[in-house]
């Protein structure tokens, strides 16, 4: 299978290669020429499926001052975010890295299982070694699931310096009732490289911390004050949207455009790629028809605003309505906006008017999303497994049941049982959880489990002081991660392995 992979991609690699990278070619970083979403690297839609997708990612620094900041950005083939990569599903991907770094890299594809090819998994230190600067590695596996997801480095806290990306698998059926599909990454950007905040964390800086300041803003539609948690370890800088920004006091700077027609519908594969913050997204008098959750397709529901935890995906289909321009926010749970613009074609001003979000009233809650199946968990068999967070601010450090990756014990795993995971989150933050190789079910809190028809998720936000359960099925033999996705928790800690028996 391998062999006959390689000679199909012998005949065909070049010409993808062209096809694949023509668009993305060269620094595309604040270029214009990306008003209205990401260059695409679609494959040929006529081959059939089944096919083996070459793509090509070099891993290199770009010198520049982005947003009046002079910083170092890391990015693939000079872009951030990285060149959106886009299969159906069954197809099988190789892609080639080259790492033009100084220091070893590796990427993870968040979102996809690896079936049978946990190797290619991405996790330093884990799944392989670091590729070292200089060298090559191809990535060989299979494109499944379907749905929106991305790849970013998995090696220290390297994707918040921008090595991060969307990866879009197609169902193979796929009945698009929209007429256009559109990419919308969000990611919090910060002036000090990323090796530095999290230097600045551990030597125990108070400073560094955002913590409350902010909250009197009563951010959040109906929540007290004395609800809300911690929101986060680094205070807010500024956001990305599709690599478009401004610091504060910049009100010059090209923001990520999106035109629509009047009835048009797009489809926007919300992607939060950030290292510190969860954004509450809001399209400002465009109701937000959810139809998607990590790639899983819901029973479609209106909203005007839902909340995206770091490394979840949402994908929404969206209505042109009147002329005009309005505004796209994502807004972190202190009330800092990042914007991007809906526009229809043609509609002036070219920019909404400026001012703070006014929230719909419908918000997202993860128990109005409804998978299209039904399940019945109810008889079927589980071990129970119980993960307890912890963290510390002085001296920082994060944990999963009082031990901190990598010092800690994997968690062995059979192949064929079914895992209930139950996560105590007894600290003061949120924690977004993501699991590798595998969807879980999300049976929600533990008094009151649905084990009817939960959703079928990769990553959740386990909200501060508050127990979630899981249930996933181990059917994929690997070594798997399951970690907090804010950055700096999982580089000092708050990550587990599971271990399948017999994995060498
Ligand atoms: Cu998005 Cu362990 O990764
Ligand atoms: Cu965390």
Same mark, same amino acid.
């Given at each position: 299978m391998r062999n006959e992979h390689r000679k199909m991609n012998l005949s065909m690699s070049r010409r993808r290669f062209l096809s694949v990278t023509g668009a993305a070619g060269g620094s595309l970083l604040l270029s214009p020429l990306l008003v209205g979403g990401l260059p695409v690297g679609k494959a040929n839609a006529q081959e059939k499926a089944g096919r083996v997708i070459p793509f090509s990612l070099r891993v290199g620094i770009l010198p520049g001052a982005p947003y009046g900041v002079q910083r170092e950005v890391w990015a693939y083939n000079g872009q951030v975010p990285g060149p959106i990569i886009r299969a159906t599903e069954g197809d099988m991907f190789r892609i080639r890295v080259k790492n033009e770094l100084?220091?070893?890299t590796t990427i993870h594809w968040h979102g996809l299982h690896q079936i049978g090819t946990w190797r290619m998994?991405?996790?330093?230190?884990?799944?392989?070694?670091?590729?070292?600067?200089?060298?090559?590695?191809?990535?060989?596996?299979?494109?499944?699931?379907?749905?929106?997801?991305?790849?970013?480095?998995?090696?220290?806290?390297?994707?918040?310096?921008?090595?991060l990306a969307p990866l879009i698998i197609e169902r193979r059926e796929e009945r698009s009732n929209y007429d256009r599909d559109e990419v919308l990454v969000i990611n919090d950007w910060f002036r000090k490289p990323s090796e530095e905040i999290l230097q600045g964390l551990i030597?125990?800086?108070?400073?560094?911390?955002?913590g409350m300041q902010g909250m009197q803003m009563g951010h959040m539609p109906g929540m007290k004050m004395e609800e809300m948690a911690d929101i986060a370890d680094v205070p807010f800088e500024m956001g990305l949207i599709n690599g478009r920004g401004r610091a504060p006091g910049d009100t010059k700077s090209p923001l990520t455009t999106f035109e629509v027609g009047q009835g048009q519908r797009i489809r926007?594969?919300?992607?939060?790629?950030?290292?510190?913050?969860?954004?509450?997204?809001?399209?400002?008098?465009?109701?937000?028809?959810?139809?998607?959750?990590?790639?899983?397709?819901?029973? +479609?529901?209106?909203? !005007?605003?839902?909340?995206?935890?770091? #490394?979840?995906?949402?994908? $929404? &289909?969206?209505?042109?309505? =009147?002329?005009?321009?309005?505004?796209?926010?994502?807004?972190?749970?202190?009330?800092?906006?990042?914007?991007?613009?809906?526009?229809?074609?043609?509609?002036?001003?070219?920019?909404?008017?400026?001012?703070?979000?006014?929230w719909g009233r419908r918000a997202l809650t993860l128990a109005m999303l409804r998978p299209l199946e039904p399940v019945n968990l109810a008889r079927a068999p589980f071990r129970q497994v119980t993960l307890q967070m912890g963290g510390n601010m002085a001296p920082y450090s994060w944990t999963i049941n009082g031990q901190a990756y990598p010092q800690s014990s994997p968690i062995p795993v059979e192949r064929g049982e079914s895992i209930r995971l139950?996560?105590?989150? +007894?600290?003061?933050? !949120?924690?977004?959880?993501?699991?590798? #190789?595998?969807?879980?079910? $999300? &049976?929600?809190?533990?008094? =009151?489990?649905?084990?009817?028809?939960?959703?079928?998720?990769?990553?959740?936000?386990?909200?501060?002081?508050?127990?979630?359960?899981?249930?996933?099925?181990?059917?994929?033999?690997?070594?798997?991660?399951?970690?907090?996705?804010?950055?700096?928790?999982?580089?000092?800690?708050?990550?587990?392995v599971f271990e399948y028996r017999g994995v060498a």
């Open positions: 100084a220091r070893p998994d991405g996790v330093e230190g884990l799944t392989q070694a670091g590729i070292a600067p200089g060298a090559e590695f191809i990535y060989e596996f299979l494109a499944s699931p379907a749905g929106t997801h991305w790849y970013h480095s998995h090696t220290g806290v390297q994707y918040s310096e921008g090595l030597r125990g800086g108070a400073g560094e911390r955002g926007f594969r919300i992607i939060n790629a950030s290292s510190t913050y969860a954004f509450r997204f809001q399209i400002d008098g465009h109701p937000l028809t959810v139809i998607a959750a990590d790639g899983t397709p819901v029973k +479609p529901v209106t909203v !005007d605003n839902l909340l995206v935890s770091i #490394g979840e995906r949402y994908d $929404v &289909l969206v209505e042109g309505k =009147r002329a005009g321009a309005y505004w796209i926010r994502a807004v972190t749970l202190d009330g800092k906006e990042v914007r991007a613009i809906l526009r229809t074609r043609g509609a002036r001003p070219a920019e909404p008017r400026p001012g703070p979000v006014v139950v996560l105590e989150n +007894p600290t003061e933050m !949120d924690h977004p959880m993501h699991l590798h #190789g595998h969807s879980f079910y $999300v &049976l929600g809190r533990p008094d =009151r489990l649905n084990l009817t028809d939960p959703l079928l998720k990769d990553t959740v936000d386990v909200p501060a002081r508050n127990t979630l359960v899981l249930q996933w099925a181990a059917t994929n033999p690997g070594r798997w991660l399951f970690h907090c996705h804010i950055e700096w928790h999982l580089a000092t800690g708050m990550a587990s």
